[in-house]
């Protein structure tokens, strides 16, 4: 049982003090994530710059959450407050139902992967897997079982005389995810444990992640820019902006129903289309218009909106590229450049002096050019309508 329940917890890193955090061993590490003068949009108070406001999160046992949001955003710091690498401000911190906040990291039952592996070079991948239970005088046969069974689970077990210079860099995070479950934590954080990877090795090590969660019994929160592994990866994501939660919820969620502009721009690859438009009311039926097209919204849209009580009012209108399709009238746009992406092509647009992306299939993309004028239209079902005012999803 590994429940971590995150109770209205902040940061404030104090004006006087440069931002310092301890690094693996204790000594003092800079980091770019959430220095105060990159981060421009925390708030800064008299106590100092805020890096994490009201974080509030229950994670049930066993359970993947991943936190998401630019560099910046408080995540890396959220995670390091849980690691006690990090004193907290304020809130309360427990895994277990016991109170964490003064607790040592040694004595939180917590293990950490970090992003730049960490590994000792001197030693074999078994002396480095093997080190943290040494410390513990743990019995040697016992050690020797968990080392080869963590390094059967990662495929790692025909490297294990090697010294980390001889492994490439999948390999040796491997290793160091390896050395973190020998310990069989609580709970176990990684601190973007794929961004020093390249791109297919990264698609490797998601799926191993994902097998590695099947077959070991732990709570884990992961921490990422990366929405791609947010997505894949997570139970729930809890996408950060600026030190403060913007939405919880499962990746399905989050994508078909984001709460507000920032998650609507930040989750989806490509990025949501905005466009300025209006919420109309036409007997009793909420539409969504433009000066080009009027689009009826969906029956589960009309019942939100209905029973919110929302009023008709000049709105941001969301339209992910795979939503918008070519049509004989509609929204009129210009094709800047056409990217074929095997079975579909990214037209890059402008529509109505913003940039946007339609996805099409392929063969459509042929029929239409570089500088062409086209149509397009959208469903109700797929169009999200946000307030001009606080930029929040108006159905929710």
């Not at 329940?5 to 590490?29: D, H, M, R, W």
């Not at 480095?128 to 790692?156: G, H, Q, T, W």
């Not at 339209?319 to 037209?347: F, N, Q």
Request: glycine content about 6%; charged content about 30%; overall charge negative.
């Amino acid at each position: 049982m590994a429940e971590v329940i995150l109770k209205n917890i902040k940061k404030v890193y104090p004006n006087s003090e440069p931002k310092e955090k301890k690094g693996l061993f204790g000594k003092k590490k800079k980091d770019d994530e959430e220095k105060p003068h990159h981060t421009h949009h925390l708030q800064i108070t008299d106590e100092g710059v805020v890096a994490v406001q009201e974080f509030s999160l229950n994670i049930k046992d066993k359970e993947f959450i991943v936190l998401v949001g630019p560099s910046g955003c408080g995540k890396s710091t959220t995670l390091r407050m849980v690691a006690g690498l990090e004193e907290i401000s304020g809130g309360e911190l427990y895994i277990d139902g016991v109170l964490m906040n003064s607790v040592e990291p040694k004595d939180r039952d917590i293990a950490m992967v970090f992003q730049s592996y960490a590994l000792y070079p001197h030693m074999t991948v078994y002396d480095n897997m093997a080190y943290s239970l040494k410390i513990k005088n743990v019995p040697k046969a016992e050690i020797d079982k968990k080392v080869r069974e963590a390094a059967e689970i990662l495929d790692i077990t025909q490297y294990l005389n090697r010294k980390p210079k001889a492994l490439s860099g999948g390999q040796r995070q491997r290793v160091a995810i390896g050395r973190a479950i020998v310990r069989n934590p609580k709970v176990l954080l990684m601190d973007e444990p794929l961004s020093n990877l390249d791109a297919k090795l990264r698609n490797q090590m998601r799926a191993e992640i994902i097998k590695l969660r099947q077959r070991i019994n732990t709570t884990f929160i992961y921490v990422t820019h990366d929405q791609t592994e947010a997505m894949t990866l997570g139970d729930r994501i809890v996408v950060m902006k600026d030190g403060f939660i913007m939405q919880i919820g499962t990746p399905q969620e989050v994508f078909d129903h984001p709460a507000n502009l920032f998650v609507a721009g930040f989750i989806g690859t490509p990025q949501m289309n905005f466009f300025d438009a209006k919420l109309a009311i036409h007997n009793g039926d909420y539409y969504v218009e433009t000066e080009d097209v009027s689009v009826k919204l969906s029956d589960s849209k009309q019942k939100r909106l209905k029973e919110k009580g929302v009023k008709e009012q000049p709105v941001t209108l969301g339209v992910r590229p795979e939503h918008m399709e070519i049509a004989e009238t509609g929204i009129p746009g210009k094709i800047d450049v056409t990217e074929l992406m095997g079975s579909s092509s990214h037209l890059h647009m402008t529509i109505k002096g913003k940039d946007a992306i339609v996805i099409v299939p392929r063969s459509d993309s042929q029929e239409n050019h570089m500088g062409e004028e086209i149509h397009l239209s959208f469903d109700g079902s797929n169009a999200h309508v946000f307030s001009l005012e606080d930029q929040h999803n108006l159905e929710y």
